[in-house]
């Protein structure tokens, strides 16, 4: 599970006598969208052309469709192994996100076509470490109802140890531009320094909501890349670049 904790390196008077760690907690900063609006705009253009090309309408949220798992279905007690609690800070920072991009203010990201990714996401301003990028968003459908799925796209959300109970988000219906960020490639080492975002699945009000957090600072026209295969070893990544 992926804890972001930084070890607080203040210093303090030594104490011979028992050896602590005293660990801070680091927050989670809200996005900064970009001031100009007509960048905005190309922003949020370049997203809604994106989805029309696959037929996806626009969601910001985890939905919960008839014939699917129900909200009620999303419990991040049922989490085999526990679930981080996301901070009452860290919440509100999700809040203030959510309201930012509510309002047309949206995360300075850009999605860029590239001959061999696909539709790839990219900084259109600087992001600073540990910026909350975006929720990944979706339909919210049982495990055990996709096993024979081939979408590219689906996030694992909540992971019992039984499939009949297990989550994902499918998001091949409605999305948001989280299904579209690339992937590292597993298999090759150097790889993993391209990865500049991380994948964090959190304990929010008792539901489990997974979000897409910045690991370094990300320089205006930097592809964004997380590890598809940070909880399970499922997504096949040989091929990629
Ligand atoms: C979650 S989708 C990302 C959006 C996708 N590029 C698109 O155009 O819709 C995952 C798919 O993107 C492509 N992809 C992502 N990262 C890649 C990489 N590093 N190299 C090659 N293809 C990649 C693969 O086709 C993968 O199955």
């Known amino acids: 599970m992926c804890t972001i904790e930084l070890l607080d390196s203040r210093?303090?008077?030594?104490r011979s006598d028992v050896s602590v760690h005293h660990k801070r907690k680091r927050r989670l900063l809200p996005f900064v969208p970009s001031s100009d609006p007509d960048c905005r705009l190309q922003q949020m253009q370049s997203l809604a052309h994106a989805l029309t090309s696959l037929n996806l309408e626009f969601s910001d949220d985890l939905t919960y469709p008839p014939g699917m798992a129900p909200r009620s279905a999303n419990q991040a007690v049922m989490e085999y192994g526990g679930m981080q609690v996301?901070?009452?800070e860290d919440f509100e920072t999700l809040g203030k996100c959510r309201a930012m991009a509510k309002s047309g203010e949206c995360p300075p990201l850009v999605i860029v076509y590239d001959s061999c990714l696909g539709y790839t996401v990219e900084a259109d301003d600087l992001i600073k470490d540990l910026t909350l990028i975006a929720e990944y968003a979706g339909d919210v459908d049982?495990?055990?109802n996709r096993e024979d799925d081939d979408g590219d796209s689906m996030m694992s959300l909540l992971l019992t140890t039984d499939p009949a109970t297990s989550l994902v988000i499918c998001p091949d219906r409605r999305a948001n531009i989280a299904r579209f960020v690339s992937g590292i490639n597993n298999h090759k080492p150097e790889s993993r320094k391209k990865q500049n975002v991380k994948c964090v699945r959190y304990n929010v009000d008792g539901e489990v909501r997974v979000l897409l957090v910045a690991t370094r600072d990300i320089?205006?026209?930097?592809k964004l890349f997380y590890d598809y295969n940070g909880y399970e070893n499922e997504y096949p990544t040989h091929n990629f670049i």
Do not use: A, P
Request: avoid cysteine; charge should be positive.
């Open 86 to 88: 996301l901070s009452k």
């Open 142 to 144: 049982y495990i055990k």
């Open 219 to 222: 320089v205006k026209g930097e």
């Open 11 to 14: 210093k303090r008077k030594k």
